[in-house]
């Protein structure tokens, strides 16, 4: 009878991956819910996340409570703020190196720029295995001036060498990330921003929610924006188009969801326009999905924008879209068929875009659902995690190669 030998020992589970998320603000934003979600949401037998913010503190409102709820394991650094500052940013260095030395991550994952400076700083002189850097957008036009703009390029070229990988929302931000050669195109990894669309699928809130407060009837047009209201937002050129649009569609009411230090100016503005009956300002709701429904068009006149996350959650609710033409929303919006794409700074263009969907309801109802096919199988939440957690293991694999490989 042949022996056997002794039983083998199973193999000891891998100790989880530790990432370290470094983000300004956790305020409410399309950035800050994807952050939150890749901290809380991996399996944490395989991943261990820490989630590092400043002060979350704007009219936007904060996401930290929603944070803990979620069980983040929230730092909070008060010397990581937005603003540039000599002294608050190098007490923010020296406090993340402190940290990522106490906590020991596998990788530190940076958000948005500001923080993308800092992170990267404190993670390299901390050694970290792995660093990885995501802008959520880039501020190389629409924001600031020419020159104010090209100290923002020459600062993303120098840390761009701090960075294993740099992801992009869309290929037309990876474009523009080459065109301004802030790195090597092998650096470039694509992962949609992910919206978690399954509970606006399946909310039953009736009708109503966004007309019957301001007066608006069912019979009336509702066109819909949702964002900041800040100049990059570009809702000045939407209001101007209001009185083209209204000369056609009388029945006209834009809707404004969001708030932010431009509303006082931009409700003059409607007023010299004479439009301002028909301009309505909703301020922050939590209830998107159910304002949504009150809409028969949305539309994202932006200078900029890395994706438009917002964009999905329309196209998800079946909306047709006019957006402009420019960075990320041209990968969303493909002109003629599920919205219209019209020139940045245009109110012209988007009037007879907006007329065009208003006075042809079968042209919206097809646009809307060429919208929906569009996003739901490329931009959800799932499929942003499994990409993001594929992309950790590659990234620790392709350094312990090259370790091996110089040992």
Known sequence: MASHGPASEP??????????????????????????????????????????????????????????????????????????????????VVSLIRLIRAEKPDIVYTHTSKAGIVGRIAARIARVKVIIHEPHGHIFTGYYGKFKSSIFVGLERWFGRYANRLVMLTENERTDHLHYRIAPEDKFITIHSGVDYVPMLNDNSELGALRTPLCIGRDAKVIGTLGRLVEVK??????????????????????????????????????????????????????????????????????????GRVLVEAMVMRLPVVASDVCGIKDLVHDGRNGRLVPAEDPKAIAEAVTEILIDPDLARRMGDEGYSVVVPDYGVETMLDQIQRMYISELACVSMQLHTKA
């Open 234 to 307: 570009g809702q000045i050129y939407l209001i101007d188009a209001m009185p083209a649009i209204l000369s056609r569609v009388p029945n006209a009411h834009l809707v404004r969801i969001g708030s932010g230090p431009l509303q006082e100016e931009l409700q003059c503005r409607a007023t010299g326009l004479g439009v301002s009956a028909n301009v309505h300002f909703a301020g922050y709701r939590k209830d998107v999905t159910a304002c949504l429904k009150d809409i028969d068009l949305f539309v994202l006149p932006s200078l900029n924008e890395g994706m």
């Open 11 to 92: 193999e000891p589970e891998k100790p989880p991956i530790r990432i370290m998320h470094v983000i300004t603000r956790m305020v409410k934003g399309g950035a800050q819910e994807n952050v939150l979600d890749m901290t809380v949401r991996l399996d944490p037998k395989r991943f261990e996340s820490i989630l590092v913010t400043g002060p979350s503190e704007g009219p936007e409102g904060s996401l930290e409570q929603k944070a803990v709820e979620r069980g983040a394991d929230l730092r909070r650094i008060r010397w990581l703020v937005r603003e540039i500052s000599p002294v608050n940013d190098f007490r923010a």
